[in-house]
């Protein structure tokens, strides 16, 4: 495989009914990068998604992870090998408070002080979870549910974080706040694959990038390289 890459994709083919939505891609994701994949809307970026974190099972194709082949595998098995992601559209568990729902990302862990500990570091990187952990999750807005799912995968303490369209739907304070959580992962040296359609914010914060074409890649690269790419300027990034 690719020196230094965690993850590596090869021919990944996922769909749904009679129809492939990604299209045999390869990808690479090198241990504590940032890679952004970017891409219109249905060109198969939460499918990509799905199909990484077994939520959909891939049609064929590899899926490496640290060495391991997880195409096949079970949503909980890949979830124990330590990808971990946070779906579109938060999907937070609203009826439960916002303690609960940041335990429930520790299912895996045993350990009550270890938990405990990844609920501290959770609660200092999100001051605002703290300050009201016993109130219902359905009641925060949208930008702090993004957070509370944020912080919930963070509870996994995972190898491998697959953030779906984290600024969706939020108002711009937000998205500046998500993207600053984002940097500062990268910071740690966090490894990140980000979905996102703020395709600017989101080739700014990566190391490399994807461009997803209908189920296929059309571009990859260095993200600054990507990010000066006429055609992507053109379709993605506004006027040239
Ligand atoms: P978006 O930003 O709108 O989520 P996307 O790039 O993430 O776009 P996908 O959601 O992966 O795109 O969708 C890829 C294709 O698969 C689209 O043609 C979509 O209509 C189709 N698709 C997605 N989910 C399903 C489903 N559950 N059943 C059938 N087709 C689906």
New binding site residues.
């Given amino acids: 495989g690719s020196p230094g890459s965690v993850l590596e994709v090869r021919g990944l083919t996922l769909g ?2 009679r ?1 492939d ?2 299209k045999g891609i390869d990808l690479d994701v090198a241990d504590g990068a940032v890679v952004s994949l970017i ?10 998604l799905r199909g990484l974190s077994g939520l959909l099972r891939a049609r064929s194709g590899s899926v490496k992870f640290a060495g391991a082949e997880m195409a096949g595998q079970s949503a909980y098995k890949i979830a124990r090998a330590g990808i971990v992601q946070v779906p ?1 559209g938060r999907q937070v568990f609203a009826n439960m408070t916002i303690d609960e729902n940041l335990r429930m990302g520790a299912y895996l862990v045993a350990d009550a002080a270890e938990i405990q500990r990844r609920r501290q570091g959770v609660l200092d990187r999100f001051p605002r979870l703290g300050e009201r952990l016993q109130q219902l999750a359905g009641l925060l807005s949208g930008g702090e549910q993004q957070m509370l799912a944020m912080g919930r995968a963070l509870m996994a303490d995972p190898k491998l974080l697959l953030l779906d ?1 984290p600024s969706m739907g939020l108002a711009p304070l937000f998205i500046e706040e998500i993207f600053q959580i984002i940097r500062a992962l990268k910071a740690e040296r966090r490894t990140i694959l980000l ?1 996102e ?1 703020n395709a600017q914010a989101a080739l700014e914060v990566a190391d490399h990038a994807y461009v ?1 074409e209908t ?1 296929r890649i059309k571009l990859h690269g260095p993200a600054a390289e990507i990010a000066n790419n006429p055609e992507v300027i053109a379709a993605y990034l506004g006027a040239a």
């Fill in positions: 749904y009914g129809t939505a990604v891409g219109a809307n249905g060109a198969g970026k939460t499918t990509t579109e369209e979905v359609q997803l189920g």
